[in-house]
């Protein structure tokens, strides 16, 4: 969706519960995604989604266009909500959460179980920051403009520090 398709969608939301219905339907799938990848749950991540949905619709009428996709505006809305789910558990967010992911053609299950350990492993060794721009950038597949929204960063610096991170994990990798 182009920046002048996310500007008239951001139009009809604020202004029709149709419109705002358009919104929920281009991103509710994205958003769960987010809350399951970080909460390993689909009741609670069904449950975060919906919460940010209605965050959106109480907010929708403020939101200003700022040339900046709808997509980070929501994404920080879930981060909130996430942050807000664990806080109320007291519990850190589970590094299991990458153990969903495919990774179908690498081999048999027993080479996907022991991939998938060892970058779960790495992961744990990256800090919090890095961890959230690999997220992002693989396992949300969120693109580059949405994400500099998302953390307030410039184009190129999502591009650099995704490309540290991915070093420092691919030096963890290599040192197990």
């Known amino acids: 969706m182009t920046l002048a398709d996310e500007r008239a969608l951001l139009a009809r939301a604020q202004t029709s519960a ?41 907010g929708i009428k403020r939101l200003r266009w700022q040339g900046k996709p709808l997509a980070a505006w929501l994404y920080r809305i879930a981060a909130r909500r996430v942050a807000d789910f664990y806080r109320a558990r007291k519990n850190d967010a589970p590094l299991d959460e990458f153990a969903h992911i495919s990774t179908d053609g690498i081999g048999d299950a027993l080479e996907r179980d022991d991939e998938r350990a060892a970058v779960r492993r790495g992961l744990q060794k990256l800090n919090a920051a890095e961890r959230e721009i690999i997220r992002l950038v693989y396992f949300d597949e969120l693109d580059g403009d949405t994400i500099a929204s998302l953390l307030n960063l410039t184009k190129s610096n999502v591009y650099v520090r995704t490309h540290r991170a991915l070093k420092k994990l691919e030096a963890t990798l290599c040192a197990q």
């Open 18 to 58: 149709a419109g705002f219905g358009e919104m929920f339907d281009a991103y509710y799938d994205r958003i769960y995604a987010y809350a399951y990848r970080r909460v390993g749950s689909r009741d609670q991540a069904e449950d975060l989604a919906a919460a940010v949905f209605e965050d959106a619709l109480r």
